[in-house]
Nanobody
């Protein structure tokens, strides 16, 4: 198990940028593939971005591709999501997720995740 704590959310104007951070507890962070998801009011939680445990592979939802970058610093037990050119439709609670994958070099996009943070609110005003 790994404990995840997100930060960096807030209120931003359309066109602005944010960097979300997710700090993980434990000494085996580099064994976890990581992902970001979001849930807007009245909608289901949706995949945003994923990164392999080494950081060598990443994947993005079409809705954020070209505007967002997921990265990780295994020495700091932290994964980041930089979001640029934010739109009102990006407004949501953003969740960090982890899946233990010590022998895998891939990323994950769905039900594989079994560790979740509490979320951080991102609100984009028009």
């Amino acid at each position: 198990q790994v404990q995840l704590v997100e930060s960096g959310g807030g209120l931003v104007q359309a066109g602005g940028s944010l960097i979300l951070s997710c700090a993980a507890s434990g000494r085996t962070f580099s064994s976890y593939a990581m992902g970001w998801f979001r849930q807007a009011p009245g909608k289901k939680r949706e995949f945003v971005a994923a990164i392999s445990r080494s950081g060598g592979s990443t994947y993005y939802a079409d809705s954020v591709k070209g505007r967002s970058t997921i990265s990780r610093d295994n020495a700091k037990n932290t994964v980041y999501l930089q979001m640029n050119s934010l739109k009102p439709e990006d407004t949501a609670v953003y969740y960090c997720a982890a899946v233990f994958a010590p022998y895998s070099g891939r990323y994950y996009m769905g039900d594989e995740y079994d560790n979740w943070g509490q979320g951080t609110q991102v609100t984009v005003s028009s």
